[in-house]
């Protein structure tokens, strides 16, 4: 029964973020100077061709008139029709997806198997890992997405390492070109991902250090690695498991930057060449579906935090 009431708070939760993201998204898109009917028509457009244009899809009704009647229907699973290619937004998203996803996992991938080792070599202070960790967390920080993606277009173009700008193809036409295609954008992301992980396992791992439990170990004369194993992972793992989920939730919302340095037609590259257009449906739905995958994914880990320490659930519920 516990675990039932907890989710059944966490969905009413979610449930009111949602509505909170949609009136923020629905509002800020309709206080942005240009209307859609302006980006289409252009400001030499007649008056009665702007009027007509708004009737059609109803941007001339109230405010509060327009905004129940697209949550009524996307709370029904129908998020609209984009006013640009009148071509329904859900399935535009879903065509989409593989391409964001595929990015995704290529950069958490990259991110979790050089960032947890690294981070933990660090925290540890194995020889020089420390000063490495520091390093690498610096600079996978502090250099932006941009500059970075820019210096690894150049390297692999440069030596003809493989790796593609554009010409991405689904996964199941052509594997090592649609591989090739999100490679680039995919460890762009990772590098960023590493910096993340590698600071906090570092950091993580060195307040768990100084607990008692560890140094009572250490007073009995356990090897470091057996110190590591039995007290140190587990104890270490709900920080990183925070900054992870945290980190999918930004990836398959659409890493924005990303695609559209390297042209990669997914989720964040739509929503983007959408608002340039005004075309409110479109942006609205992309917001919401990133507002609800980063809800998800944070859920999912919120309870795992009780598998890895028992001792939370039993504060949530005492």
Known sequence: MRIVYYLALRLAI?????????????????????????????????????????????????????????????????????????????????RRAPATVQVAVIATATALAVGLPLGLLAGLGVGRWRSVGRVVGALGASVPEVVLGSVLVYIFSRWSLGATVGGYVPLTEDPGVSLRATLLPGMSLGIFGIALLVRTTRDSVQRV?????????????????????????????????????????????????AEILFSVPGIGLYVYSALGNRDYAVVQAGVLLAAAVFIAVNTVADLGYAVLDPRIDARRHG
């Open 14 to 94: 979610a449930a009111l973020t949602l509505v909170g993201v949609s009136i923020l998204v629905f509002a800020g898109l309709r206080l942005l100077p240009g209307g859609f009917e302006q980006m289409v028509l252009g400001p030499d457009a007649s008056v009665e061709a702007r009027a007509e244009l708004v009737a059609k899809f109803g941007l001339d009704q109230s405010g509060p008139a327009q905004y129940v009647k697209w949550l009524g229907a996307a709370a029904a699973g129908d998020l609209g029709v984009s006013m640009a290619t009148s071509k329904p937004v859900a399935d535009e998203m879903l």
């Open 209 to 257: 250090l100084t607990d008692g439990h560890v140094l009572t170990a250490v007073s009995q004369g356990r090897t470091r690695w057996q110190i590591v194993r039995h007290h140190v992972l587990r104890n270490a793992s709900i920080p990183v498991l925070t900054v992870t989920a945290t980190y999918i939730g930004y990836l398959l919302g659409g890493a924005l930057i």
